[in-house]
Each structure stands twice: as structure tokens, then as C-alpha cells.
């Protein structure tokens, strides 16, 4: 039986809020309900800044994070190591591996991994991008720390075949992070280890 409202404009709130991931009716509910209950500054600041960051958020042209400005903070961060780039399926990643501290080069988003079954393949990717940074000779280490997927796998295979060409060192972060694993849900410890741990890529991680 569907939620009855005494209200159209709250059954449209709790309608937008439920559209979010993980978030049911009756959380969706649950949260409407308290926004309601805050001063309405409080509510129109939640809303402009959702607003805001919709207009306004940009992607660094160089690693393809999220950024306020053309170049990332990580990217025009002259302390960081530029000679190695970690490359991550996206966005969130970033964040996790930052959370590790022990990474302290740049990085580069792919956006995603192969996935034919989801009609994704190498050109719906920032690898062309990657491919470009390498060659322009700055970069000597390429880290691949995607999640260990097939694939995952498959992503790194690719990339390893499209950077053979280049003087430079390709790894693959140590399988501390489990088989089958998404790398976001990997403790920062267990992942920690395993940037620190890397290995050289070679094709016997062919999926």
C-alpha cells in the first residue's frame, strides 16, 4: 500500500530524496521531516549548496578529480611526487587512498573500468588522457589500483598493453586487497599496505 501525504510538496520532497542511493521512503521520509524542523536558513543553505555544486563543480583537465578549478588542489600541490601517478576508477577512490597517507604522488580518474556486459569499453575511459600524461616523459611510475575484478583486471591488462611502448615502470598495487574486492571498501590499513606494497605488472595478471 503506498505512503499516503497530506501534502503535495512534501510527497515531491520525499519523492527527489528517495531517488538517492540507498535511501528508502521512509528514510527519504525521515529527512524531509527534519529539514522541515530546522530554521530556513538552514534549509535554503542545504539547497543552494546542492545547487551550487552542480553549476559549478568542474573536473581538473589534468587527472580528471573533482575540482573547484580548472587544475585540481592535488594536481597544483607542488609538494606531491609528480613522477608517479596512481590510477583509480574514480572519484571516491581518490579519497580512499588519500585516507591512507601513505601515497604521495598524483593521480589519474579513469571514470570507470571496462565492462562490456555494461557497454562500457577502453574510449567511454580517460585512458587516452593517461596515455598522452605518459607521454610526455615527466611520469617514470604508473600505479594500476583498480578493484580486483575481472574487470578490474581486464582495465589493468589494457592499460599495461597501452603504455608498453614507454620507458617506465607500471604496478599493480599487492592483492592485500582481496580478490573480487571492491578497492572502496578496503580498510585503510589493508590498503595502505598494498600501495606501499606494490608490484611490477607483467602479463601474467592477464584476466
Not at 528514510?27 to 535554503?44: G, N
Amino acid at each position: 500500500m503506498s505512503q499516503q501525504f497530506s501534502s503535495a510538496l512534501l510527497e515531491n520532497a520525499v519523492n527527489e530524496f528517495s531517488k538517492l542511493p540507498g535511501i528508502g521512503r521512509k528514510t527519504a521520509l525521515r529527512l524531509v521531516l527534519h529539514l522541515l524542523r530546522q530554521d530556513e536558513s538552514t534549509a535554503e543553505n542545504f539547497g543552494n549548496s546542492i545547487i551550487r555544486l552542480r553549476k559549478e563543480i568542474k573536473y581538473c583537465r589534468v587527472c580528471h578529480n573533482i575540482s573547484d578549478d580548472d587544475i585540481c588542489t592535488l594536481c597544483s600541490d607542488t609538494g606531491r611526487d609528480s613522477s608517479i601517478v596512481c590510477v583509480v576508477e574514480n572519484v571516491k577512490e581518490v579519497m580512499v587512498v588519500e585516507n591512507t597517507r601513505q601515497f604521495h604522488g598524483l593521480y589519474h580518474v579513469l571514470g570507470g573500468i571496462i565492462s562490456p556486459m555494461d557497454g562500457i569499453g577502453p574510449g567511454d575511459l580517460e585512458i587516452e588522457s593517461l596515455v598522452q600524461r605518459v607521454s610526455e616523459g615527466e611520469i617514470k611510475e604508473v600505479i594500476l589500483a583498480l578493484s580486483a575484478t575481472m574487470e578490474g583486471d581486464t582495465t589493468n591488462f589494457y592499460i599495461f598493453r597501452k603504455l608498453a611502448p614507454y620507458d617506465i615502470k607500471i604496478t599493480i598495487i599487492a592483492r592485500g586487497v582481496s580478490i573480487g574486492d571492491e578497492l572502496e571498501y578496503a580498510d585503510e590499513i589493508t590498503l595502505g599496505r598494498s600501495i606501499m606494497n606494490r608490484m611490477p605488472f607483467n602479463e601474467t595478471f592477464k584476466p
